[in-house]
């Protein structure tokens, strides 16, 4: 179940991973200014995910269905290489609605790509590794530090935390800062609502702990499952003595879903009040 299902080299440089998605100037993905690598592939499915494209490993087929008239010219045969596993062009859309989410990479290519970059995050800024889940590819999430390493550039990891202990150890080891997901205590909902248990992730976050790791916990605020007051009062003592980040819900998350043919399953409710006294007693709150 954690196995990296990616080859790995005696090169570094050549492993190579899947990616889809790489955003610049990104500001909410750990400190200063960074460059976000979206890794795809996630062991987790909870039902309010904001990248769905990111959900399998595989690349994915999408279509922005709201502005397609369907016309049906995309299901013509074609004879581009590319288009036969997804059984339509994705070239000939006359509006450009057709795209593939996913691509392989090289980790030594990817850092050469970020590294004219590294200019620009100043003494703060840099890469992190999100997702999906990086720890879904450890080897090559470990490649690519190293490369972007060699270009002097500090890397973050954010992450649901979910992986065997070993994985989880190896990609710690390689990077510089981590930003490490809770989103519910007890074990039954996190099942219910994320389709795995957390008790991997417990145990890697006392892993974090006590490495000593510069790190920041991230509580995303979803209405009427994770913001209830008996979850984030579990969350405050399970994030006890650790720098915590309450992340608001996007309420846009399920646009994406048609395009990737999912269907979004969570139904947003009112918010209900955070309690901030809960971490500010956890003494939290930085």
Not at 27 to 41: A, E, I, S
Not at 148 to 155: D, P
């Amino acid at each position: 179940m954690f196995n990296d299902t990616h080859h790995m080299f005696n090169d570094t440089h050549s492993v190579k991973g899947t990616i889809f998605d790489l955003k610049e100037f990104t500001v909410h993905d750990g400190p200063g200014v960074r460059t976000t690598v979206f890794f795809k592939g996630c062991p987790l499915s909870c039902i309010w995910c904001h990248n769905p494209e990111g959900m399998d490993t595989e690349p994915t087929l999408t279509v922005r269905e709201a502005m397609c008239d369907h016309c049906g010219i995309c299901r013509r045969p074609c004879t581009h290489e590319d288009c036969r596993p997804f059984g339509r062009c994705l070239h000939i859309c006359p509006r450009g609605l057709i795209s593939v989410a996913g691509r392989e990479v090289t980790a030594e290519a990817l850092a050469k790509k970020i590294a004219p970059s590294a200019m620009l995050f100043g003494e703060d800024g840099g890469v992190t590794l999100s997702g999906g889940e990086p720890l879904l590819q450890p080897g090559f999430a470990a490649a690519l530090a190293g490369c972007l390493h060699e270009h002097s550039i500090r890397v973050a990891l954010q992450t649901s935390g979910f992986s065997s202990e070993e994985t989880f150890l190896r990609v710690l080891g390689a990077v510089d800062y981590v930003l490490f997901d809770l989103k519910l205590a007890r074990d039954d909902e996190h099942r219910l609502y994320t389709g795995v248990s957390n008790a991997p992730i417990h145990r890697n976050l006392m892993l974090l702990k006590q490495s000593g790791k510069p790190h920041v916990i991230r509580i995303p605020l979803i209405p009427g499952i994770t913001d209830t007051h008996d979850n984030l009062a579990a969350l405050a003592k399970l994030a006890s003595d650790s720098p915590v980040e309450l992340m608001p819900y996007n309420p846009y998350a399920g646009a994406k879903y048609p395009n990737v043919g999912r269907q979004f399953r969570y139904r947003e409710t009112a918010p209900n009040p955070v309690d901030l006294t809960l971490f500010h007693h956890a003494r939290l709150l930085k």
